[in-house]
């Protein structure tokens, strides 16, 4: 038991470190995650923030959240991508061939993501100081975010790899990353949802974005959160146990 355990952290070692070193060869896809969610804060913040009622007077703390969450989505559309160009050829039956754990050629994948997402996430804090972004949250709720924030990484880098591992194209190994992009403009990251008409205020009240946005808006503002946090909690969880079970069944089936 101890030499099979041994064996499959140091396989996933070696493919952790094959992954990142695509990463480091290619930072341009790091820096790609973050310019399109950083164009987004400086846009909304410079641009509209003033015509935005939030009740808050420092937008970019209203905004920050949801910026993150766009951030995480647009980044694990790589792992799709990276999943699907390694079974076009032929690279996980090669890595099938030899004495190793074959699910760590999987979680290899699944540990990039998280490493280059913290990475992104990182970087658009950082910005977002610059902008005026301010926190009066202690250690323990910068530790609670961080646990949100990886959980719904973990969440969506499954999803990306039923489609790495499920499509037959591609621009399909990406494109389901699109809607989760965009699925915070119909939640409270950007606007109350208080201001929105009655069906689309169902929905962004009752969408997993809105309970994890505003669960890290009142961690950072060192507020109570409420019953958000379990809301949030029980999305992210169980997207993330229902997506493994069918990312690794593709990942048997192929």
């Known amino acids: 038991m101890e030499t099979a355990k041994k064996h499959f952290f140091s396989d996933m070692s070696v493919m952790l470190g094959r992954s990142m070193r695509h990463i480091f060869r290619s930072m341009d896809t790091i820096f790609t995650v973050c310019l ?7 846009l909304f913040v410079y641009v509209f923030g003033d015509a935005i009622e939030t009740g ?32 076009q050829r032929g690279i996980i039956e090669r890595f099938h061939s030899m004495p190793i754990a074959r699910s760590t050629v999987l979680w290899g994948h699944v540990l990039t993501s998280m490493v280059s997402n913290v990475i992104s996430v990182v970087v658009i804090i950082l910005v977002a100081l610059i902008m ?8 323990l709720s ?3 975010v961080a646990g949100i924030l990886v959980l719904f990484t973990l969440a969506l880098t ?6 790495g591992l499920s499509a037959k194209t591609m621009e399909g190994a990406s494109a389901f990353s699109y809607p989760l992009i965009f699925l ?24 997993p974005v809105t309970s994890i946005v505003e669960t890290i808006r009142a961690l950072l503002a060192n507020q109570p959160v409420g019953n958000d946090i379990w809301v949030a909690l029980a999305w992210c969880l169980g997207i993330m146990i229902v997506a493994y079970l069918f ?4 990942y048997k089936r192929n």
């Open 132 to 139: 005026g972004f301010r926190s009066s949250a202690g250690v």
């Open 36 to 42: 399109t969610p950083i164009a987004m804060m400086l």
């Open 184 to 207: 915070p403009f119909i939640s409270s990251a950007f606007v109350p949802t208080d201001s929105m008409p009655k069906v689309v205020r169902a929905f962004a009240e009752n969408q």
């Open 158 to 163: 499954w999803i990306a790899a039923i489609a």
């Open 247 to 250: 990312a690794v069944r593709a």
């Open 142 to 144: 910068w530790l609670a």
């Open 56 to 87: 808050t007077d420092n937008y970019v703390n209203y905004l920050l959240p949801g910026i993150l969450l766009m951030a995480i989505a647009s980044g694990v559309a790589y792992v799709g991508y990276r999943l699907f160009m390694d079974k």
